[in-house]
């Protein structure tokens, strides 16, 4: 307050005002936190989205694994059926040398 200026409540440092107060400009403190919090909520989106791809993903993967499965069943029975038909042609031959054949009549 300046020496030469009589004091009135109109006038005093403290005394409430009826205006109604001008938004402060935000402060950097509050810039930086704004600013990480849609930095936050960015990652938390991508975050999600990669989620999401992973996930179909999985399913896709888990999908062709219980196929693959299936085939190997099958190729694995086939196995099993064409070893007990050898070995009923070939009685005297164990198991050992019946496989020993089979890999000989491929080449």
């Known amino acids: ?5 009589a004091w009135t409540p ?7 005002s009826s205006k109604p107060r001008h938004r402060s400009k935000p402060t950097k403190l509050q810039i930086h936190r704004l600013s990480r919090k849609r930095c936050e909520e960015e ?5 999600e989205l990669m989620n999401l791809k992973l996930y179909l993903e999985n399913r896709s993967i888990i999908e062709e694994n219980n196929k693959l499965r299936k085939k190997a069943s ?3 029975q086939e196995n099993l059926a064409l070893m007990s038909e050898l070995q009923s ?3 005297h031959l164990d198991r050992f040398a019946t496989t020993l054949l089979l890999l000989l009549q491929k080449n």
């Open 1 to 5: 307050m300046c020496n030469n200026m």
């Open 10 to 16: 109109s006038y005093h440092p403290i005394s409430v």
């Open 43 to 47: 990652v938390r989106k991508d975050m």
């Open 74 to 76: 099958v190729l694995h």
């Open 89 to 91: 042609k070939f009685p």
